[in-house]
Each structure stands twice: as C-alpha cells, then as structure tokens.
C-alpha cells in the first residue's frame, strides 16, 4: 500500500518483475523409449533405412522361399515399409523442433490446474502493493489507484479511471476480503468528480469528458451504489452525449463504445443509448477484403477522421452492441451490424506462429478542442488491448453459431484459443504489462485481461 500525505507523498519501488523461467530441456533423460527410437529413425532417414531392411532381408532369406522374384518381393516390401515409418518420423521430429507452426487444437484448452486461483492471488496482491492512499488535513484518507500499478515517481494520485478499474478488479476477485475496504474506494471515486459534475483522465484538464463519466458510473452502480445518488451524475453523461457539445468525441469508436457500456450498467433506462446505439451502427464501413463484411476503425464511418477496418475497434463495437442486445433487445438492423462484424473477425488472418495481425496491441490519439480553451487541442492517448478485445468478442453470444454456420467451427476455435493465450502471455503473477515504462502496467489492462481468462475458464469447464 502507498500512503502519502498531502503536500508531501512516498512512493513505493517499482512493481518487481519474476523470472519466467528456463524454457524446459528437450533432451531429458526420462524421454521415453518410443520417443527415443522415433529420434533414431528420423535421424537415419527413410531412403536410408529402407536400403538397410531390404539388404538384410534379402541376405536372410532362405533361397528356397519360392522363385527368385518372391524373395526380392518380400525384401522390397518390407523395405519401403520401414522407409514410410522414418520418413513419418522424420517429419515428427520436423514438427518437434517448430511448434510454432503447429495447428491450433481443436477445442480451446483450459489453463492448468490451479493457474486461475493463482492468477487471481497475484492480481489482488499487486492492487493491494498499488493501491494509492493520500492523507488530506481535516478530511478522510482518499483510497485509490492511478492509471498504472507501476507508477513509483512521487506525487501518486488516485485517478477517476484508475481507481474505476480498480473498483472493478476488486469486485470481482475479493469484494469481501476487507483488506481493501470497497467504501472507501467508492467514497474517493465520488471525491474525485469534477467541480461541475462528471469526471475526466488525468489529462483532460477540468471539464468532464463522457467516455471516462460512464466508466465511473459504470463502476459505481455495479459497486451497488443506489441509483438515486448517481441520477444527477446520469443526467449529467447524457448532457455530454449532445453532438453539440463534443462532436469530435462522438464521431470516435472508442468514445461511443464506452459511453455505451457505461450506461448500460448505470441507466439502462437512459433515453440517450437508442441514439449511441444507432450511431455505432450507422459508423460501420464495408470492407472488401473480408468478404465485404461490416467492421469500425478508430473513428465512425458517418463522422470525420480514419474509419479503416480496425480489428480492435471492430471488436469494441461487437462488444457493446452485444451488451446493448442484452439489456435494451434488438432489431434485425442491428443484430446483422452486430453478426457482420464479427464475421469480419472470423475473416481475418489465420493464427500463424502463435499469433495474428489482429491481435496487435495499438494506440490511437484522441485530439478534441478543450473545454476551457477551444483554441487548445486536447490530446487523449488511448490503447487498445486488442487480443482481449478480440477474445471478448469472439466468447459473446452467437458467435460460435455464426462460426458454426460460415467459416466452421475449427476456425473460431483456433482464432479464440490464440487470443486467450496472448492475453495470458502477456502477463506475470497476474500483473498484465504493457511495457517496461512508470505506465506499463495499466490497471485497466488488468481488468481486461483476467476477464477474459474467468470467462474463458467458465466456457472450457467441464464437471
């Protein structure tokens, strides 16, 4: 825990990094005897091994066996059947030494046992080493979390998107452990909103900002605060929604998507997310090498900036438009947005060594004229986590069936089973980084990534 004081703060050391380990030896001592005999016949080769059988047959055979065409008929006979085996060998041994480019499996595989739970342990434990508690004169200490757990440079400050993901972590691994008291989480969240109403990152300066208002909301109401005390604060995201006072922000993917998740955990009765909704659909764009199905870049289709296909935008918008069929239902118009986009996942590249284009980690620059000053261009930098993005889309509803019924099941199967362990690869002891920096080991990376591996734990299950 990082207790600080206000004006002065410590800081803790940087989040330590384990060792992943040796990768494991290929010539132990325990290989079996079969694997053993494979490596001898594969090394010896099949034209090779099959010359060997044939000349010892037929220096053992009797003469007697019948004709003379017989006995040569036997030996060339068990001849190439040895040479058919180390040939089968020898690519065995090729399949060995290159597993990268070995198939997908045919069904996703669950983690080890016992992985999860531990996974989970570490996860809580570095919110518990990262959490941020400043002591204010005359006040209760604030208790939260900045944007990344490995930030060490004094002053830390928890921050409205830190601390919602945080909130959000914590309600789902220990909600009731007491050790991180959820009160005073939610307590410091509404002490961080804006002199206005609403809240914004960091870098957005004084005025609130939509996409980061619905997160918090989101996190507040599934923390069971009573709707009447985040009625104002409702009030408040919806007025931020009007084109006319953030148009850049609502030609944005990333803005609409996750205003749309937000509300629909805090006001699923909001007047506004028929009109959110409809504006994801309609910023669609069509993408011709990819069977022509819909997808969604960086900004909308029906607004201004860069709308090329995008795999972790697409998989946003599957997202949010799948929770919005959840919560509000929805028409044939919007079901075929939603299916065609992830029939434009299931369209991408296939998982080759391991990995994809599509799960390419990417950043975007979010520029909108600021608040207080619009001569001022606000710059918010956003990263996407596209392998979980992917992953989430890939496990919502229907999408195995739309598999099922187009590109075939061994093909969602692959596509998922790759993403899962990209998302797991790239974290250690539950901690998920980005990169080596003071913001590499972002909170919401975490909360993404092990909401992937429990939802696909829970898919893979079997009693």
């Known amino acids: ?209 939509p996409e980061v208002t619905a997160i918090v909301l989101g996190a507040l109401a599934r923390a069971g605060v009573d709707p009447d005390l985040l009625a104002s604060e409702v009030r408040r995201c919806e007025a931020l929604v009007d084109p006319g006072q953030d148009a850049y922000g609502l030609a944005n993917t990333y803005v609409v998507t996750n205003v749309l998740r937000g509300l629909l955990r805090a006001a699923p009765g909001s007047a506004v997310l028929g009109g959110l909704r409809d504006d994801l659909v309609n910023g669609a764009t069509t993408d011709a090498t990819r069977g022509g199905h819909r997808c969604w870049g960086a900004a909308l289709a029906t607004g201004r900036g860069n709308p090329a296909p995008s795999a972790a935008h697409t998989a946003r918008a599957v997202v949010a438009l799948d929770r919005a069929a959840r919560v509000l239902g929805e028409d044939e118009r919007q079901r075929a947005a939603r299916e065609d986009g992830l029939r434009w996942l299931l369209a991408g590249p296939a998982p080759l060594s391991g990995g994809s284009p599509d799960l390419e980690n990417s950043q975007e620059d979010l520029r909108r004229p600021g608040l207080e000053d619009p001569l001022h261009r606000e710059l918010l930098s956003v990263r996407h986590f596209a392998a979980a993005w992917v992953a989430r889309a890939l496990m919502t509803d229907g999408a195995r069936q739309i598999a099922a019924d187009g590109v075939g099941l061994p093909v969602w199967e692959a596509q998922l089973t790759t993403a899962v362990a990209r998302v797991y690869g790239m974290q250690q002891d539950g901690v998920w980084r980005w990169d080596d920096g003071p913001m590499g080991h972002p909170v919401w990376m975490a909360y993404q990534g092990l909401s992937v591996l429990r939802r696909h734990a829970q898919m893979v299950y079997r009693p």
Do not use: C, K, N
């Open 1 to 209: 825990m990082l207790r600080q004081r206000v004006p002065a703060q410590r800081s803790r050391a940087s989040l330590p990094l384990p060792d992943p380990g040796a990768p494991p030896r290929s010539d132990d001592p325990s290989a079996s005897a079969p694997s053993r005999l494979l490596t001898w016949l594969g090394r010896l080769g099949a034209p090779a091994a099959a010359f060997a059988v044939f000349q010892t047959l037929l220096g053992i055979l009797p003469e007697g066996l019948g004709v003379e065409t017989a006995r040569y008929a036997v030996a060339g006979t068990a001849g190439i059947g040895v040479g058919v085996v180390a040939w089968l060998a020898a690519a065995l041994l090729r399949a060995r030494a290159a597993p990268g480019e070995a198939p997908a499996p045919a069904v996703p595989a669950p983690s080890p046992a016992g992985s999860l739970p531990d996974l989970l342990d570490g996860t809580y434990e570095a919110l518990r080493r990262g959490i941020a508690v400043v002591d204010v004169p005359g006040e209760e200490p604030m208790t939260g979390w900045p944007h990344s757990l490995a930030e060490s440079e004094p002053p830390v400050y928890p921050t409205a998107f830190g601390t919602a993901y945080g909130l959000h972590l914590l309600l789902d691994i220990a909600p009731s452990d007491g050790r991180i008291r959820t009160g005073e989480v939610i307590a410091t969240l509404w002490r961080l909103r804006l002199p206005d109403g609403g809240w914004a990152a960091r870098s957005q300066g004084l005025g609130a900002r």
